[in-house]
């Protein structure tokens, strides 16, 4: 016969071993031959797969007794024969009382040996199969055991979730060497959800399983049994890692391996619920009757769930309507008190809750006020005030610190976690468990806090916390509500006391935040903005909080790009300050136009302990701060100082003028007048007389436009004819005019005369003449000026002063009134021209621009003065 059974023979006579190792042979058996008890051990403890063992009972060494008792103790189902050359009755008791099989004495009949080994082998297989039904039996027993334990445990939860998780933990006590169940339920008819359980009890967050397969398993509603599964690469999860929050497959996959894999569908009224899926290393353990508790267990699972989702929506219809009746007695009064003790009231209702507090925040000063509590004859200890007012502050601490985008509800059991106040014995607390919720409205400063206490542990569900927590956004309502009216009524009562002191306060703050105009940045080494100040960002027209990881790009600073960026990379590259300073000259500055622009470098601390030396060659430059600093207002009162002081010399210098010349002019005049007098009209001395009294009168006229220019800071508003003042200032540049060979055309209409201050009129057109004259002289060809004056509107006379010079480069256009700018060589010009012309134009009330001829050379200024201004 073939077997697989291996038998070991040991004797010290080499032609027994043999002997009886052919018998054996030819018998089928595995033989294999040991020559002593030494020999004979040494192959056990390397290869102990032995069914049977024939030994001699009298060896040298170690004996046949000695080899049983060995065997005995490490392979208890191994089977023994001694044999023996010396028998003794007391032997063989001895030998059989130790658990040998047979004793055999020699010399033996080899078929006497073959039958007792066909009955030592027999033997061994009864008691094996013995042994393995009465493991079975034992496991059956503690199956069922358990699946009635898990009966009673399903049927008393009302919790989806919960439910789901007892039955998983129940398959995995049910059935043998589960490696895997999982539980699919409906969410909806197309959606499905998993949640699953290894045999370690770590839950999986993916499927093994394909859609497919339990699609079919729903709609057949047939158990699914595949003893030979082979599951898929990344089936098999870490027990330690999947603890750590690791969902990663293993590289050492098992998916080379055989699985049984059973679905059972979940079924209730021959509707589909859900199946439940196990994955076991011992397909063959997987009996008939394991079969029956799995479908079992499936039809109480789905029950269970069917249950739990029949509670959930009752408890969902019994929280809506106490919501609704909730937001209603919420909603019903405007007083704070009431809303408070309205607030406690039905949470403590719903909730079952022995006491309730709410605290309330007060963002100014960053403190919890006073604290409202309604319970019904409950005192609390000193312990449980502490810890109620610890929670608070703490839950509000937290929504702080994260920036006011999470309602996280704390919920604890003071059995359990304690708080800081470790010290204090638990038997101190009178409340075992405190839910808090804050009352907050998402990115506001929080409400205050609902506290729920109870005397019991662990008192409080999800469900509860999920109702307390709508309940607190509409109490935050209601409070906020409430503060509200209060709030305005205050104000009302209020209002006409606090109107100027609130316009007053209104004024001086207005007044800081226009004050502070100049702009600040940080930036990193890549140019982009780390920090920006809302002054700067409102400069250029974005927000601060756009402009944060910008880069500083021409699409931000223009044509200032490229002088910007050389000074901030230099600053970054030599830790060094770095200067850009407004220049008269500099036309290209973009968004820092009559701004002094400085940067200073941010150094990275180092690690050693020479921190402090920023001079070390490990400091680096980790940011730059960079300052645009306004100057426009230092430019125009440098611009107001260069010209007073320039008037004030030619005041200086028209006086002695004034001075020198009326006192011999007085005398020339008063002469030729009286030699006029004297003299007939048909005299030839008389024209010549005549033009002696004209030029007397046009020199004085001279001197007083001097003297009258030289008071300019002086505004004296009469009414003003403005062809007198054009003739005044044609008067004064007529001889550079003449001197340039530059033609003068004069059209002015009959205007009525307006207020205005003569002197800076006569120096305004003087200005814009002689820069006309100078824009013809740089263009090099003959040049004419027109001036023009007529009505534009009803109240307004325009004057336009246009020439066939130069013109004007469009990149100069915005710049051409800003203080000491000027297109002229240095030297030819400080740069204050213009500005003083429009400082004239605006303090008259008018205005003037300055544009390029169209389809001819030079400009065209135009003056709009009113007629009447509020100077006067």
């Known amino acids: 016969m073939d077997t697989t059974e291996r038998i070991l023979i040991v004797d010290d006579e080499d032609k027994v071993r043999e002997l009886i190792k052919l018998a054996?042979?030819?018998?089928?058996?595995?033989?294999?031959?040991?020559?002593?008890?030494?020999?004979?051990?040494?192959?056990?403890?390397?290869?102990q797969a032995f069914e049977?063992?024939?030994?001699?009972?009298?060896?040298?060494?170690?004996?046949?007794?000695?080899?049983?008792?060995?065997?005995?103790?490490?392979?208890p189902t191994t089977e023994v024969i001694l044999i023996t050359a010396h028998g003794a009755l007391n032997t063989a008791i001895e030998a059989l009382r130790q658990g040998a099989h047979d004793y055999l004495?020699?010399?033996?009949?080899?078929?006497?040996?073959?039958?007792s080994v066909q009955q030592a082998l027999a033997y061994r297989r009864l008691k094996l199969e013995k042994e393995d039904l009465l493991a079975n039996l034992q496991l059956q027993v503690s199956a069922r055991n358990a699946m009635v334990k898990a009966g009673q445990r399903i049927v008393t939860v009302l919790d989806q979730q919960e439910v789901i998780h007892t039955v998983l933990e129940a398959a995995i006590e049910i059935f043998p060497q589960v490696e895997l169940v999982l539980i699919y339920f409906k969410v909806t008819e197309t959606e499905l959800k998993v949640t699953g359980l290894t045999g370690e009890r770590v839950e999986i967050p993916i499927s093994p399983l394909t859609d497919t397969v339990i699609a079919e398993v729903l709609q057949s509603k047939q158990t699914l049994y595949q003893p030979h599964w082979l599951s898929p690469k990344d089936f098999s999860f870490s027990p330690t890692r999947q603890a750590q929050g690791d969902q990663r497959p293993e590289a050492d996959s098992l998916a080379t391996e055989e699985r049984l894999l059973v679905i059972e569908p979940m079924t209730l009224a021959g509707v589909s619920l859900g199946a439940l899926a196990i994955v076991s290393l011992r397909p063959a353990a997987f009996n008939s009757d394991y079969s029956q508790l799995l479908t079992m267990l499936a039809n109480q699972a789905a029950i269970a769930i069917q249950n739990a989702r029949l509670y959930a929506e009752a408890r969902r219809v019994d929280?809506?309507?106490?919501?609704?009746?909730?937001?209603?007695?919420?909603?019903?009064h405007l007083d704070l008190q009431e809303t408070l003790t309205t607030t406690l009231a039905i949470t403590r209702s719903l909730t079952g809750a022995s006491i309730g507090n709410i605290y309330l925040y007060s963002p100014d000063s960053h403190r919890i006020g006073p604290v409202i509590t309604l319970g019904e004859e409950l005192i609390l200890s000193d312990a449980d005030r502490r810890q109620s007012a610890e929670i608070a502050w703490n839950l509000l601490k937290h929504y702080e610190?994260?920036?006011?985008?999470?309602?996280?509800?704390?919920?604890?059991?003071?059995?359990?976690?304690p708080t800081t106040l470790t010290e204090t014995p638990i038997d101190s607390y009178k409340i075992l468990t405190w839910m808090a919720v804050p009352l907050v409205r998402t990115s506001n400063p929080p409400v205050g806090v609902l506290e729920l206490g109870s005397e019991k542990s662990n008192s409080f569900s999800t469900d509860d916390v999920r109702l307390v927590q709508v309940i607190a956004a509409q109490a935050t309502t209601a409070i906020e509500n409430a503060r509200l009216y209060e709030e305005v009524r205050q104000r009302l009562k209020q209002l006409a006391h606090q109107q100027e002191e609130i316009l007053r306060s209104h004024r001086t703050l207005q007044a800081l935040f226009d004050g502070i105009t100049d702009g600040l940045y940080i930036v990193d080494r890549h140019l982009r903005i780390v920090a920006i100040n809302q002054a700067e960002a409102k400069r250029l027209d974005r927000t601060s909080e756009s402009l944060l990881g910008q880069t500083c790009d021409t699409s931000l600073w223009n044509e200032a790009t490229s002088a910007m960026t050389r000074i901030v990379l230099n600053t970054f590259e030599t830790g060094s300050e770095g200067n850009?300073?407004?220049?008269?000259?500099?036309?290209?500055?973009?968004?820092?136009?009559?701004?002094?622009?400085?940067?200073?470098?941010?150094?990275?601390?180092?690690?050693?302990?020479?921190?402090?030396?920023?001079?070390?060659?490990?400091?680096?430059?980790?940011?730059?701060?960079?300052?645009?600093?306004?100057?426009?207002?230092?430019?125009?009162?440098?611009?107001?100082?260069?010209?007073?002081?320039?008037?004030?010399?030619?005041?200086?210098l028209a006086s002695s003028i004034a001075h020198q010349i009326n006192n011999p002019l007085t005398v020339v005049i008063a002469n030729s007048q009286l030699m006029q007098l004297e003299a007939s009209l048909d005299s030839p001395d008389y024209p010549i007389i005549q033009d002696i009294v004209e030029a007397g009168t046009q020199i004085r006229q001279i001197v007083q436009n001097l003297l009258d220019f030289s008071t300019q800071d002086s505004y004296e508003w009469f009414e003003t004819d403005i062809e007198d003042t054009l003739e005044d200032a044609l008067a004064l540049v007529a001889h550079p005019l003449r001197k340039s060979n530059i033609e003068v055309i004069k059209r002015v209409d009959q205007l009525n005369p307006i207020i205005g201050s003569a002197s800076h009129l006569k120096m305004l057109w003087m200005n814009l003449l002689l820069n006309a004259r100078d824009a013809i002289i740089e263009r090099g060809e003959r040049g004419h000026v027109?001036?023009?004056?007529?009505?534009?509107?009803?109240?307004?006379?325009?004057?336009?002063?246009?020439d066939n010079g130069q013109g004007i480069a469009p990149e100069y256009q915005e710049h051409l009134f800003r203080p000491f700018f000027t297109t002229k060589s240095p030297g030819q010009g400080l740069g204050l021209g213009l500005y003083t012309c429009r400082t004239i134009v605006e303090y008259h009330q008018g205005n003037i621009t300055i544009n390029n001829n169209q389809g001819s050379p030079g400009v065209t200024v135009t003056v709009t003065l009113p007629l009447k201004n509020d100077n006067r």
């Open 319 to 332: 929280e809506l309507e106490a919501l609704s009746e909730a937001g209603q007695a919420l909603n019903r």
């Open 24 to 47: 054996l042979a030819e018998e089928g058996y595995l033989v294999e031959t040991a020559k002593d008890g030494q020999h004979a051990l040494e192959i056990l403890t390397a290869d």
């Open 401 to 417: 610190d994260n920036h006011h985008i999470e309602q996280e509800v704390t919920v604890i059991n003071v059995q359990a976690s």
């Open 105 to 115: 004495t020699k010399p033996f009949n080899l078929e006497e040996l073959i039958h």
């Open 786 to 802: 027109r001036i023009t004056a007529a009505k534009s509107e009803a109240n307004f006379i325009q004057v336009q002063i246009t």
């Open 52 to 75: 049977l063992i024939i030994t001699d009972l009298m060896m040298p060494g170690i004996s046949g007794l000695d080899v049983l008792t060995r065997v005995k103790s490490h392979l």
């Open 580 to 652: 850009w300073e407004s220049q008269t000259d500099s036309p290209h500055r973009g968004p820092f136009t009559d701004r002094d622009v400085r940067t200073y470098p941010i150094f990275l601390v180092p690690t050693s302990s020479n921190f402090f030396r920023q001079d070390e060659k490990d400091a680096k430059v980790s940011q730059v701060i960079i300052l645009a600093q306004d100057v426009s207002e230092k430019r125009q009162l440098q611009a107001s100082l260069f010209r007073s002081a320039n008037l004030a010399a030619v005041g200086r």
